[in-house]
């Protein structure tokens, strides 16, 4: 038996923040819209209820907001010469698993990208010369800082972002990032407040002479009525955020800012539970005609549409799009194809120290609350006399104090088990402070994505292979960030410091401290290097749209959903402004 | 919506009296000249009006009236199928579309005039769960203009049989002649030439189309608004519809024109949120209605007599189970609600000041705290957030004593509620019991 839907305007295939944006705007312009997601119907007050104690085992611990291992893996390897292996515990990776995707249970860190980020050959060249980008695929993104500015101030003013601006119109502020690109205006709501630990931070690299801000937060910082008339409620600091839902209705996310408004319009219909298997084609195979879906109960069935979204986790929208044959693979030996070239992650590490006689009071906490610097980051800083380009943003950061997830943050020698490890715990919890340093991530010939020859998911698909390893250009960019760190911690008065630098060891997916998996299906304007187009169009089949942080061409020193929010709406008025009105290439290739 | 456990009672006794076969089916009551008004000839099925000012005016009256909000379920617009649960038996809305076969596609305007104003249906007597008794204030003209509307209906075949579900003898629907003869007003709106044009506009809409009484007015034994209780708040069951005069203490006596206007145009006025069968009524209702009609409604509400309800004597606040309940306040409830019961302006209801939830009767209270709520989604307030139930975490004691808590901090003074109040409506409305904990 299968099951042939009624012809919508627009399929969009997974409905985390991407396909909410999506939904929402298309909605809104008249377009009759169905959303398929895989995961179930999760809601604020029914899922995430105040009335329940946040659950730490069953969120963090055993990631039950996350797509199950049975459902979908990856396989990984460092190197070309590498026999690939399934991935069989999530770290790295944290695919969404329900209405709202990875929207719902991310920490709701809410950055733009610098204006360098977006132009990154252009201004490396321009800066120290062609030969500073050896050995990396710097590519532009085909869109300036300037140009996504709207769309940065739409996403931020549906997600109610609380923060500091540090750059309004060219004008520098105080308090804000010196930094930032130029915002149209303010943030919809201010910043939070400091904790302890943020304040020693934000005082001691003042001391240093560098600028210290509270960075933007999707863990809102008072109530809040966003454009579509939904209502945010002030965070309460509890610092149940990332791996968690929401249930006060604070944390940006599809369901406290979209959801309620969307679900109400005749013209959206969703099928939770329901897995894309891949698009259809046209004979032709200049467009697709819709979508092959499978039910939760094992029912196939297909949505014809017009316009096919792919809004999946970044991950799967390159899956999707060499399980339907849009595009052709790249391949790093020849360096022909587009789809799964400029695979890059985040360059990461951690300074944690302590602070005797002190109470830092960790379980004062936001997914977002934090102080940063970005002195280090991107190319604020003079890389003349440097062995790498990019940097990172180096922050004090108060995200939470769950008490499983800290037990192994101890000085170093304690023993970690039995009652001396309780009794260090007992001492520790209390006087521990941690110093993220979150690093960009260039694109190299040889970190890529394909369908992996061997392993194959519960419906016979094929499953995405990832080879990767960190890059020297990295390398060097995390070394030289984390030594700024650990000065800023001792600074602070910070002792028994450790230090921990992902970069010193080869690549795995289990022991990460980001989950910023990007690129893939990478825009630009040139489509022999890139798989959409600045509208996020496919170069090959003019009807689909990929949309997500698939699309970085590299990794900027900032988590990427604000960023993907604002490229979704981008896409999303293409869409209803130009495409449907004249359906073809959006940008002549 | 109204309340069906004193108007089931009153059929019942009205049943007797109506099989007694007395001749009192008084000929009022029953008189149906105000129909003759209406075309007696054209089935709305035959029949689709092409002036688009009245379809307009129309909807606007069906909005007014809140039709949809039982006639429009699952089965589509107008389409009926909602059940209506009662004591003595399911009653369901009926098919009010343009199907012949299913709906009132067979009736003439003049039918449909009989059946909306005077409960004659095509069946026979309609159960007083339409609010006949307050349609029967609506003009010839908001009437004709309902019917232009009616015709613009998509016909939906779902037929019902809305008494199937009412055992012996509620099943016999010439017992509400009987009702009627001794409860039904059989006469139309008069405009108080003294009042006005606003407060007539405002009385029409409270006493005719908005139906207001059928709630906000507490029922005598057989089922019958109380008169001199009128509007001062009445017990639904499963919930209580607050006092809506201007009483300072348990009614609207401290709101402002156009808090009371937002409230019924957005589902809350920054302080109340609706919930439960009021914001279904905001949403298939009152959030249409116009900034002058919200208004006039105020305008009206407010020349009524307050209710003489005493300011309650504030409980003492440093007794032990007050500060436990504060301490459980602060857990269970600040998330939302804020640290001093300022909840989140239009979403979640403030507990300060909040003078709808300070009454004797705390059944709306209990009842969000045992079963959840959820507030309107509206046009302009598009959260409808919800509130989670506590019946699982928190005993009969508990409730009491955290509603006690809120109905008498930030200058709020409410009297008690009891413990065995709470626990009468955990299994009238068949919440669960508190976990048990090892």
New interface residues.
Partial sequence: MTIERPKADVVICGLGWSGSVMAEELTRAGLNVVAIERGAWRDTSTDFPPAVDPDELRWHTRRELLQPMSVETTTFRNRMDQTAAPVRNWSAYQFGWNVGGAGTHWAGMSWRFTPWDFEIATQTRERYGAAKGDGMLLQDWGVTYKDMEPYYDRFERIAGTSGIAGNINGEIKPGGNPFEGPRSRDYPTPPLKDTFWMREFREASDRMGYNPFTIPAGNISQAFVNPLGVTMGPCTYCGFCDFHGCGNFSKSSPQACILPALMRRPNFTLLTETEVLHAVKHDDGKTAKGVKFITKEGVEGFQPADIVVITAYQMDNVRLMLLSGIGEQYDPVTGKGTIGRNYTYQTCGTVNGFFPDKYTNPFIGGGALAVQIDDFNGDNFDHSGLDFIGGAGIMGYSTNGRPIQNMNNLRPGSKRWGSAWKEAYARDYNQGAGIFIQGTSMPVRDAYLDLDPDYRDRHGQPLLRLTFDWNQNDKNMLKYTVDRSVEIMREAGGQDIVVDNQAEHSWNPYMQHSSHTIGGAVMGADPTTSAVNPFLQSWDVHNVFVVGASAFPMNGGYNPTVTVGALAVRAAQAIHQTYVNNPGPLVKG | MANWKKIGGGVAIVAVIAAAGAGLWAWNSLNTAASDVADGTTRLADFKSTDVEAIKRGEYVMRLGDCSACHTRESGSFAGGYDMKTPFGTLVSSNITPDPETGIGNMTERDFFNSVRQGIGQHGFLYPAMPYTAYRKLTDQDMHDLWAYMSTIEPVKNDIDENAGMPFPFNIRLAMAGWNTLFFDNSGFEQDAVKDAVLNRGKYIVDGPGHCAACHTPRNPLGAEIGSSYLQGGNIGKWFAPDLTANPHVGLGTSTAQDIANYLRTGSDGTAVAAGPMAEAVEHSTQYFTEADALAVDTYLKSLPASSTPAAVAMPSDTPAMQKAALAYEV?C???HGLEGEG?????PAFKSNHGLLAGDATNLIHAMLR?A?AP?T????????????DW?MNDRQVADILNYVRNSWGNAAPAVEADEVGRLRAYLGAGNKMETP
């Avoid at chain 2, 989140?344 to 979640?348: L, N, P, T």
């Avoid at chain 2, 307030?381 to 509130?387: E, K, L, P, S, V």
Wanted: net charge positive.
């Fill in positions: 269970n600040s998330a939302c989140i302006e239009g979403m979640v959840g959820r989604h046009h302009d307030r598009q959260t409808a957030a919800g509130m989670p139930a506590f975490k």
